[in-house]
């Protein structure tokens, strides 16, 4: 397993070391709380329909929001939100696809809510110094085309669907496996199953590690989260479809029921 998960015992160590992003709206994080420290950068400010692919901002939009918060392309980062990692590790992606190095992004285990239960939080804004954020779009990144994966499909990739069980019966690509994204999270804690856990319930669906894995939801939110975690758990080949059922649908491609 690598580090790309760190509890919250590690940031109370090592907080000064790392740049901490609460992903959570302003209101939130000026009037409930924050990490002492953490810079905010809203969920919905790093998600458009302008940029190269999917939802994503755009390069030049990416840079300027990071920059104005203060945050370096060369800051190893810690993200959270309230709401178990999901809108946090869609903002470590994105930062991934705009060039940032991977080995520096990282996930808080366990959301907010989880670190005010057992750390003491600060409340107000944080003066930060803007930067320059360096962000250009990373072509030979984990994001692949719809081509792609149709190609990925015919090629044996194991194609796994992040979504709840209701919306996979409604329409689903056909061979997909379903996987929630949330069955991935332990309710009580807020963050990860133990590991054991999590790799017992990926090879019960079938998804282990020496395949390559398409991952897809509606949006590519979801799948960011779920691409985190096999991340942290040392899968070596995973692929982002951004476009994810929006584009799949949109360019007359087929689902399947039940």
């Known amino acids: 397993m690598?580090?790309?998960v760190i509890s919250a015992e590690w940031l109370a160590d090592h907080r000064e070391e790392?740049?901490?992003?609460?992903?959570?709206?302003?209101?939130?994080?000026?009037?409930?709380?924050?990490?002492?420290?953490?810079?905010?950068?809203?969920?919905?400010?790093?998600?458009?329909?302008?940029?190269?692919?999917?939802?994503?901002?755009?390069?030049?939009?990416?840079?300027?929001?990071?920059?104005?918060?203060?945050?370096?392309?060369?800051d190893r980062i810690v993200a959270y939100d309230d709401t178990h990692g999901v809108f946090a590790a869609r903002l470590l992606v994105t930062a991934e696809l705009y060039g940032h190095d991977p080995a520096t992004l990282h996930l808080l285990d366990g959301d907010f809510s989880a670190w005010q239960r057992r750390f003491e939080t600060a409340s107000g804004g944080v003066d930060s110094e803007p930067t320059?954020?360096?962000?250009?779009?990373?072509?030979?990144?984990?994001?692949?085309?719809?081509?792609?994966?149709?190609?990925?499909?015919?090629?044996?990739?194991?194609?796994?669907?992040?979504?709840?069980?209701?919306?996979?019966?409604?329409?689903?690509?056909?061979?997909?496996?379903?996987?929630?994204?949330?069955?991935?999270?332990?309710?009580?804690t807020r963050g990860l199953l133990p590991e054991a856990d999590l790799r017992d319930l990926l090879a019960e669906r079938g998804i282990e590690p020496e395949s390559r894995i398409v991952l897809y939801c509606n949006t590519a939110r979801r799948i960011s989260h779920t691409y985190t975690v096999l991340r942290h758990l040392g899968y070596p080949d995973i692929a982002f479809y951004e476009g994810s059922l929006t584009e799949w649908e949109r360019e007359g491609g087929d689902l399947v029921t039940g």
């Open 2 to 4: 690598t580090d790309v």
């Open 18 to 74: 790392v740049c901490v992003v609460d992903t959570r709206d302003a209101w939130e994080y000026d009037g409930i709380g924050h990490v002492a420290g953490a810079v905010n950068v809203p969920f919905d400010s790093y998600r458009g329909d302008d940029g190269e692919m999917g939802k994503l901002p755009g390069a030049a939009r990416f840079a300027e929001l990071m920059g104005a918060a203060g945050v370096s392309d060369d």
């Open 132 to 188: 320059t954020y360096e962000a250009a779009f990373d072509t030979a990144g984990p994001l692949i085309t719809i081509d792609e994966v149709r190609a990925a499909i015919d090629a044996g990739a194991t194609l796994v669907d992040t979504r709840e069980a209701w919306e996979y019966e409604e329409g689903h690509i056909e061979g997909a496996v379903r996987l929630d994204w949330r069955e991935l999270v332990d309710d009580e």
